[in-house]
C-alpha cells in the first residue's frame, strides 16, 4: 500500500529510490545534496542495502557503475561539482549501455558558485553525457511527488533501453517539506543473464567481455565496429523522440500568452499563471518533464496563430533552456526570457510583470 | 609420455597481443593456473582498467569488466560489495594503481575491501609508448624524461606496496617479480595466497609483480631478466610485507 | 625420455626460455613463424629433463612439457 508521509525532498527522493528496488548507494557529501546522503546512510542498511561514502564524486559514480554490472540497482546523487567530477564514468556508462540513476541536486552557478538552487546544469546533462556524444534519458521534476514518481519508474526505464537515467531536482525541491505519497516496494528484477553484468555464471554461459566501447560486432575493424554500434545506439535515442518524450500542458487551450519552463521555475510559474487569469490575462505553461528526448516537436507544432508570444522563465545566468526553447519555436512568436542566477528564486510576481510587457 | 605442464583453460584459445617478453602476458597466465588450481575459473571476475592490463579480459574465459583509468578500487568495491560471494581481482598497471588511481587504490585498502589487487609494475606507462611513471626509477629514461627522471621536480619512485602495507585493514601485502622461474613460481604462490584470503577468511590483499616493458625500455626482452636484477629489484626489492 | 613443444602460433621469440634452460637446449629459429618472430627452437631433445624452468618463464603459455 502506498502511504501518505511528510518528506524532505532529498530524503523523499531517496526513499522512493529504496522503494524502486535500488539496493547500492554511493555518495560523496555536497551541499545540497548532503541530506540525501545522510539519509541513505542509515536507511540503505536497513532496507538491506549497500551504502559507500566514497571517497570522491569520482570513485562514488565508478562503484555505482562497479554494482550495476554486479547486477543491482543502482545510484549516486550530487550537485553541479560533484556531477563535473563524475562525467568521464558517465561518459563510460553510456558507452556501457549501463543502467543506473543519478540525481543532481542542482546549486548556482560554475566552479564553486553559490550552494542555493539553481537550474545550472542545463546544458551538460542534456547536451551529451561527458565525451564522445552519447547520452541518457534526463528527467526535470517540478515537485516533491513528481520526483518520486519518476524515481519510482526511472531503473525500469533504465533497464529497458540500457542506459543512465539522470534526475534532475534542485535545492530548492531538496530543501523543501512536502507532503507526498510513497509508492510501495518493488521487487528488482534478475539482471544476471544481461551482457552488462558479470559473476554468477550459470553453466555453460560464455564470459562477459564488458567494455564501454563496443569493439565487437558484424563489421570487420574495431573503428568500424564502433561507428556501427554507435549509430545503433542512435537508433534507441531516436525512438526516445517517438516513445518517451513527457511534458506537461498547463491551462493552454484557451491561452493567448505561453511560459515555457521546467522544474522549479515551472512551479513558480504556475502561481503567476494562476494570478494572472484572475486579472484576466490567457496564459498557460508548457512544461518539458523529459529534457532528454527534448520535447521538440511539441515545441515546433506551437500555433503563431494562436499564441501572441512565449516568455521562457529559468533559473540560470547565463541562460540555457531558454536558448533551447527558441531553436524549436516558430520565428514568427515573439520570445522573452525571465531568468534568475546566482542561486536566486525567480519570483512569480517578476514573471508576472514580465508577461505583462509582452501584452 | 604424459603432459605434465600447458597452456591453462582459462586462457583464451588466442596468443596474446603484448609485445614479446612482455610479462603481462606471464602474470594473467599466473592468475589463470591459480584459478583453476583453486576451482573458481568458472566464478572468478576480473576489472581489467584502461593501460595495458585491458587487454586482459579478450585473453582469459573469466568475466571482465573495464574500468576508466585509475578507478578499479571504486568500480571493483561497488561490485564486489553488491556480489559479496564472488571472487574479484583488479587487476592495474602501475600508472593506473599509483599515480591517477591512487585515491581508489588507497581508500580501497584503508577499507579493506574484500578484493585482490595485481598490480604489474614495469615502470612506465606502457600503452602510451613509455612515458614517466610513479614508479620511474630515478635517472631512467623515458619519452617524458628523455635525459633521465630528476629527483627534483619529479620525485622519488612511489612504491606502493609499502604505502598500502602502512595500512591496517589490509590482511595480505606483498612484491613479487616476474624476471625469473623461481619468481614466477613465488608469484603465483602469492596469487594464490592472496585469492585464498579473499574466499576463505576475506580482506584486501595487494599483490605488486615486477613486470618487463622491453619495447619501452628499448632492451632486448632476453636482457631484461639481468637488468630487473641489478636495477629496478634495488629500487622495489621483493618479499611480503604485510601477511 | 622428456619433451617440449613449442607452439610457434603462440611464441614470439622473446628468448626468455633460452636463458633459464639448464641444458641449454633452447634457441631461435632460422624460420619465421605466421606473426614475423623467429620462434624459439629445443635443439638438443635428448638432454631435456623436463624442469618446466622454460614454460614456467614462458609470458606467452607457448610450452608445454612432456615427460
Not at chain 1, 518528506?7 to 548532503?34: D, L, V
Not at chain 1, 541536486?105 to 566552479?111: E, F, K, P, S, V
Not at chain 1, 528488482?188 to 552488462?196: E, H, K, T, V, W
Not at chain 1, 518539458?288 to 529559468?314: C, R, S
Request: hydrophobic share 35%.
Amino acid at each position: 500500500m502506498s502511504e501518505k508521509v511528510v518528506k524532505k525532498g532529498n530524503e523523499a527522493i531517496c526513499e522512493a529510490a529504496i522503494r524502486a528496488g535500488c539496493r547500492f548507494f554511493s555518495g560523496y557529501p555536497i551541499t545540497p545534496q548532503t541530506t540525501a546522503t545522510e539519509y541513505l546512510s542509515w536507511r540503505m542498511p536497513e532496507a538491506g542495502g549497500v551504502f559507500v561514502q566514497a571517497e570522491s564524486e569520482v570513485s562514488a559514480i565508478n562503484m555505482v557503475a562497479g554494482s550495476a554490472m554486479a547486477g543491482t540497482r543502482a545510484m549516486t546523487a550530487t550537485s553541479g561539482p560533484g556531477l563535473s567530477l563524475m562525467t568521464e564514468t558517465l561518459s563510460v556508462m553510456a558507452g556501457t549501455r549501463l543502467p543506473a540513476v543519478i540525481v543532481n541536486i542542482q546549486r548556482a552557478g560554475a566552479g564553486i558558485g553559490a550552494i542555493t538552487g539553481n537550474q545550472s546544469d542545463f546544458y551538460m546533462v542534456t547536451k551529451t553525457l561527458g565525451h564522445g556524444g552519447l547520452t541518457g534519458l534526463v528527467y526535470g521534476p517540478e515537485s516533491i511527488q513528481e520526483s518520486i514518481d519518476i524515481m519510482y519508474e526511472s531503473w525500469d526505464l533504465a533497464e529497458k533501453y540500457r542506459t543512465p537515467v539522470i534526475i534532475m531536482t534542485d535545492g530548492v525541491m531538496g530543501q523543501m517539506m512536502e507532503q507526498v505519497e510513497m509508492p510501495d516496494y518493488k521487487e528488482a528484477p534478475d539482471l544476471s543473464d544481461q551482457p552488462y553484468v558479470a559473476g554468477k555464471r550459470k553453466d555453460g554461459r560464455k564470459k562477459h567481455l564488458i567494455m564501454d566501447s563496443p569493439y565487437f560486432g558484424p563489421m570487420p575493424t574495431q573503428n568500424d565496429n564502433l561507428e556501427y554500434n554507435y549509430a545503433e545506439y542512435e537508433k534507441v535515442y531516436e525512438s526516445w523522440e517517438e516513445n518517451e518524450v513527457r511534458y506537461e500542458e498547463y491551462m493552454m487551450e484557451d491561452a493567448e500568452y505561453l511560459i515555457v519552463a521546467w522544474g522549479t521555475s515551472a512551479r513558480v510559474a504556475k502561481t503567476a499563471i494562476r494570478h494572472l487569469r484572475e486579472q484576466g490575462i490567457k496564459v498557460g505553461l508548457f512544461r518539458p518533464i523529459t529534457l532528454v528526448p527534448f520535447p521538440k516537436k511539441q515545441l515546433q507544432a506551437i500555433d503563431k496563430n494562436k499564441i501572441k508570444g512565449i516568455l521562457t522563465v529559468e533559473m540560470s545566468v547565463p541562460s540555457q533552456f531558454h536558448n533551447e526553447v527558441v531553436h524549436y519555436i516558430d520565428k514568427d512568436i515573439k520570445v522573452e526570457k525571465y531568468r534568475r542566477g546566482g542561486g536566486n528564486m525567480v519570483l512569480d510576481e517578476e514573471i508576472e510583470e514580465c508577461v505583462k510587457k509582452m501584452l | 609420455m604424459e603432459c605434465i605442464y600447458t597452456k591453462s583453460k582459462a586462457l583464451s584459445a588466442v596468443p596474446t597481443s603484448f609485445c614479446p617478453g612482455c610479462m603481462h602476458g606471464t602474470a594473467i597466465k599466473l592468475i589463470a593456473e591459480v584459478s583453476e588450481e583453486l576451482g573458481i575459473e568458472n566464478d572468478l571476475v576480473v576489472v581489467a582498467p584502461i593501460g595495458c592490463a585491458v587487454f586482459m579480459g579478450a585473453f582469459v574465459e573469466f568475466d571482465s569488466f573495464g574500468s576508466p583509468h585509475g578507478r578499479p578500487g571504486a568500480t571493483g568495491t561497488g561490485f564486489k560489495r553488491s556480489n559479496p560471494d564472488v571472487p574479484l581481482i583488479l587487476y592495474q598497471g602501475d600508472g593506473d594503481c599509483a599515480s591517477i588511481g591512487l585515491a581508489e587504490t588507497m581508500h580501497a585498502a584503508n577499507r579493506g575491501e574484500n578484493f585482490t589487487v595485481v598490480m604489474i609494475n614495469n615502470q612506465v606507462y606502457g600503452m602510451t609508448g613509455g612515458q614517466a611513471a610513479p614508479t620511474t626509477l630515478p635517472g631512467q629514461k623515458t619519452t617524458t624524461s628523455p635525459a633521465g627522471r630528476a629527483i627534483e621536480g619529479t620525485g622519488y619512485p612511489i612504491r606502493l606496496a609499502e604505502l598500502i602495507a602502512e595500512l591496517k585493514a589490509p590482511k595480505y601485502v606483498t612484491r613479487q617479480s616476474l624476471h625469473t622461474p623461481k619468481n614466477v613460481l613465488a608469484a603465483k604462490k602469492a596469487i594464490k595466497k592472496a585469492l585464498e584470503i579473499q574466499i576463505n577468511e576475506g580482506g584486501y590483499s595487494f599483490v605488486e609483480l615486477m613486470s618487463a616493458c622491453p619495447t619501452n625500455w628499448k632492451i632486448d626482452p632476453k636482457d631484461a631478466p639481468k637488468y630487473m636484477e641489478d636495477v629496478v629489484l634495488k629500487e622495489f626489492p621483493v618479499g611480503d610485507l604485510k601477511g | 625420455m622428456a619433451k617440449v613443444e613449442i607452439d610457434v602460433n603462440y611464441c614470439k621469440g622473446c628468448g626468455l626460455c633460452f636463458g633459464v634452460c639448464p641444458k641449454n637446449i633452447l634457441k631461435a629459429s632460422e624460420d619465421v613463424n605466421a606473426k614475423g618472430y623467429n620462434y624459439a627452437e629445443q635443439i638438443d631433445a635428448e638432454k631435456c629433463t623436463a624442469c618446466k624452468l622454460c614454460a614456467i618463464m614462458c609470458p606467452d603459455a607457448a610450452i608445454s612439457v612432456y615427460k
